[in-house]
């Protein structure tokens, strides 16, 4: 096996300095399949989800023509039911749980399944748009052959929305309850919209992570590369049933020629179109999970062997160890879940009914805001702190977690909030999967604060100072506590020119002390094989730069 400093000596006249990075990412056959076949699935899901992004996009832009031709107003919130027949839609100008006896009504239905009485709706002033029609997109239009015109009675009171069609040969009348109807579609199009646009991003994250896990031979990044697998491939089972119960939806409201508002097949192909790219997408999700679950093992157990064969810690500070780990797991997945839940919330601020109904949308905005501008420091301190046992850094820590805790607790207390959170399943469980990760990070934080002084800092700073010194033998004898001035190598590399003989440590310092003012010093004896009796002593000071 080649050697990263040899290996730098080598090519540094050629001027390479991304060698080492290089050697990491093709030093064996699994580092090179690890890489590749994480690859290969990111780019695949990426562009799927692409394609997805796209047809809803295309679908949200033709129904919001159909609801600007015919004067609907997009203010209100869709609240579809099961009843007995099948479904009945609601449009409600507030949350409809806000609603109680003997108040102003917030809702007023639309339309149900097997209820003629519903079929000539009368609707509230403000139900209907007032403004005037603008201009339809005559690009749009034009590519898919269709043509809106408003239709009004004598009054000049719209009436419904006249679509004709196949270069102007075919026409249907989309009366008023039928448009009414299509908010809810305009509604799931625009969630389902962002979601993709979020699951590329995870995609693009899933992919910088192999990459991180190589470079820095980080066994967090593999776990945390895991997890998210597990969550993608639960999120792409669930999905192909949920898109066929977006079909049944669409059926009952639009599609049925008995019994919906439109009796026309408006969504001609959208449905089919996305099983036809969730089912290779929940394969390729399945694979990806096998082949990283499988080469992660074998990269974690390598990293391992490879990290406790430069320092043998005692079991103590390998069960301190892990909780480490599994803070730095759960502040990796943090990054891509809090940042998408958040971003998934301010887009329903900013773009959706949600818009006109909350009343206190700076303040959700001041927190998003606060949310993303400190959420890299707070991961970057809670790691720092523990790998460095700063006090400090870790109460800040433990204090920002508590605030994002405590914030995204009391925005359940919105009634907004938990509407969205009830109505769209993908922002719920991102929500449900970053909440979870703020607390475990904040919870296992607070026990690795608890041990701090315990050796974990000092096991990983001399284990830090090996590494970067290429100083690797094949073990070290675990310390017993028995006083001794020098610890002597289990074993030595058998292709060393210089065996090591001794390694110390100057007792006079201590990583838990504050007064400390340089970090410690290791002296390395080396011995030389051709010469007889005691070695010479040939110190050499390793130090990390301050």
């Known amino acids: 096996m080649f050697d990263g400093g040899t290996l730098r000596s080598h090519y540094a006249p050629l001027g390479l300095t991304h060698t080492t990075q290089l050697l990491k990412l093709t030093l064996t056959r699994f580092t090179v399949l690890f890489l590749l076949l994480n690859f290969i699935p990111c780019i695949a899901e990426g562009l799927i ?3 997805l992004y796209q047809d809803d996009a295309n679908a949200a832009t033709f129904v919001s023509e159909i609801l600007q031709a015919g004067k609907v107003s997009t203010r209100y919130l869709p609240w579809l039911k099961k009843n007995d027949n099948g479904y009945q839609l609601d449009l409600c100008d507030h949350v409809p749980s ?3 006896p003997g108040s102003t009504p917030v809702c007023v239905p639309v339309f149900a399944n097997g209820n003629p009485d519903l079929a000539n709706i009368l609707l509230p002033a403000g139900f209907r748009r007032s403004d005037d029609v603008g201009p339809i997109a005559e690009e749009f239009l034009r590519g898919q052959g269709v043509n809106l015109t408003l239709t009004t009675n004598q009054s000049g009171t719209p009436q419904g929305v006249n679509m004709t069609y196949d270069s102007g040969n075919r026409s249907v009348f989309l009366d008023e309850q039928c448009t009414m109807v299509l908010l809810y579609p305009m509604q799931v199009f625009r969630n389902s919209r962002t979601e993709s646009l979020a699951l590329v991003g995870l995609q693009f994250w899933l992919l910088v992570m192999s990459i991180f896990a190589l470079l820095t031979e980080s066994i967090p990044h593999v776990i945390a590369l895991l997890f998210m697998r597990v969550l993608s491939v639960s999120w792409s089972s669930y999905t192909i049933w949920r898109t066929l119960d977006i079909q049944r939806r669409l059926d009952h409201l639009v599609s049925d020629p008995n019994d919906s508002a439109c009796r026309f097949d408006l969504f001609h192909g959208y449905i089919p179109f996305r099983i036809a790219l969730q089912v290779p997408d929940l394969v390729i999700s399945c694979l990806a999970l096998f082949i990283t679950g499988y080469l992660g093992w074998r990269l974690i157990r390598s990293f391992n062997e ?18 480490m780990l599994t803070v ?4 990796h997945m943090c990054l891509y879940l809090t940042v998408t839940s958040m971003g998934l919330w301010a887009e329903q601020l900013l773009h959706s009914a949600v818009a006109a109904i909350s009343s206190h ?13 400190t959420l890299l420091p707070w991961i970057y301190m809670g790691i720092y702190a523990i790998k460095r046992e700063k006090k400090l850094f870790m109460l800040t820590f433990v204090l920002l977690s508590a605030t994002y805790v405590v914030s995204w607790s009391l925005m359940f207390d919105s009634e907004v909030y938990r509407w969205t959170w009830t109505q769209w399943p993908f922002f719920a469980s991102c929500t449900i999967s970053a909440f979870i990760g703020l607390i475990a990070s904040g919870v296992f934080g607070v026990v690795c604060w608890t041990k701090f002084g315990a050796g974990l ?18 073990a070290f004898k675990v310390d017993t506590g028995q006083p001794s001035p020098r610890t002597p190598l289990a074993d030595v590399r058998k292709d060393a020119k210089r065996p090591l003989s001794m390694f110390t440590k100057d007792t006079n310092w201590d990583i838990a002390d504050p007064e400390a003012e340089r970090p410690p010093i290791y002296i390395v004896e080396l011995s030389d094989p051709g010469r007889r009796g005691p070695p010479p002593f040939q110190p050499w000071r390793i130090e990390e730069e301050v």
Do not use: N
């Open 361 to 373: 949308t700076r303040v959700y905005l001041a927190l998003f805001v606060f949310i993303i501008v």
């Open 328 to 331: 730095c797991v759960c502040l």
């Open 98 to 100: 806000s609603q109680t």
């Open 49 to 51: 989800q692409a394609f």
């Open 306 to 323: 490879h990290t406790f064969k430069r320092v043998g810690p005692p079991p103590d500070v390998v069960r301190l160890y892990r909780y």
């Open 457 to 474: 800092a000092h096991y990983l700073y001399v284990e830090e100072l090996l590494a970067k010194s290429d100083f690797e033998p094949d």
